[in-house]
């Protein structure tokens, strides 16, 4: 349960030839939010829905808790975590392992699979 809402996110993308993005610089992050907020259109896949105000993004720490990784087992090397994130809130319910994007600001947070957001992607 708790990877649903995360892996429909990966597999309508993937049916399209495209993966979760990989934000590795302050500007590729400056243009996810240009995209989430629907200004850009570009590498980036558009929104899924109007209105989403957190987007998925291709990191996650869910083999070690703490050492994010892209879904192609590289690690991050720039983050833009928002303040005191990464923070594993509810360990003992599975914790957050899977990084999202709030539009308004860029910043990053650890979430839950299960939470339903729009996503980005790119091919």
């Known amino acids: ?35 989430m907020n629907n200004k ?8 899924l829905f109007d209105g989403a105000n957190w987007f998925w993004i291709g990191a996650s720490d869910v083999l070690v808790e703490g050492a994010f990784l892209w879904e192609d087992s590289t690690p991050l090397n720039f983050t833009n975590w928002g303040n005191n994130q ?3 809130a509810h360990p003992l319910r599975g914790g957050q392992n899977h990084v999202a994007v709030y539009r308004g600001t860029g910043l990053w ?15």
């Open 1 to 35: 349960k708790q990877w649903y809402q995360r892996r429909v996110a990966i597999t309508a993308g993937r049916k399209q030839g495209l993966r979760l993005a990989q934000i590795e610089s302050e500007e590729e992050n400056r243009h996810a939010v240009r995209v």
């Open 109 to 123: 947070d650890d979430a839950h699979a299960y939470k339903a957001k729009a996503f980005l992607c790119y091919n």
């Open 86 to 88: 990464p923070d594993n």
């Open 40 to 47: 850009h259109r570009g590498q980036f896949a558009n929104r």
